[in-house]
């Protein structure tokens, strides 16, 4: 298993950047697929971003396409999520996971992931 931590969040005005990042505990971070999912409060957790154990392939809700940026850095157990252009409505606590492919959901889908952080708050303000 691993434990994952973000950090990096913060309040921004719309239009600005953020970055945030998801460190794994220990080597198995570097088995696994790490998804990045945002739930507001009083709605439904939704996909934001993925990438696959080795840096590829990456996916991205039609919402963040575009804007931002998932990668990975093994060595450093770290994954990255940059922000561009953000928008009120990206407003969420943000929240990497972690999950191993090969069980037949899709990078996608939230049921692929084991292993959760505790989340980052991102505010964008108008």
């Known amino acids: 298993q691993v434990q994952l931590m973000e950090s990096g969040g913060g309040s921004v005005q719309a239009g600005d950047s953020l970055g945030v990042s998801c460190v794994g505990s220990?080597?198995?971070?570097?088995?696994?697929?790490i998804g990045w999912f945002r739930q507001a409060p009083g709605k439904e957790r939704t996909f934001v971003a993925a990438v696959g154990w080795s840096g590829g392939p990456t996916f991205y809700a039609d919402s963040v396409k575009g804007r931002f940026t998932i990668s990975r850095n093994n060595r450093e157990k770290t994954v990255y999520l940059l922000m561009n252009s953000l928008k009120p409505e990206d407003t969420a606590v943000y929240r990497c996971?972690?999950?191993?492919?090969?069980?037949?959901?899709?990078?996608?889908?939230?049921?692929?992931?084991?292993?959760w952080g505790q989340g980052t708050q991102v505010t964008v303000h108008s």
């Open positions: 220990n080597r198995s971070f570097s088995n696994y697929a």
């Open positions: 996971a972690a999950g191993y492919y090969s069980d037949g959901y899709h990078y996608t889908d939230e049921r692929l992931y084991e292993y």
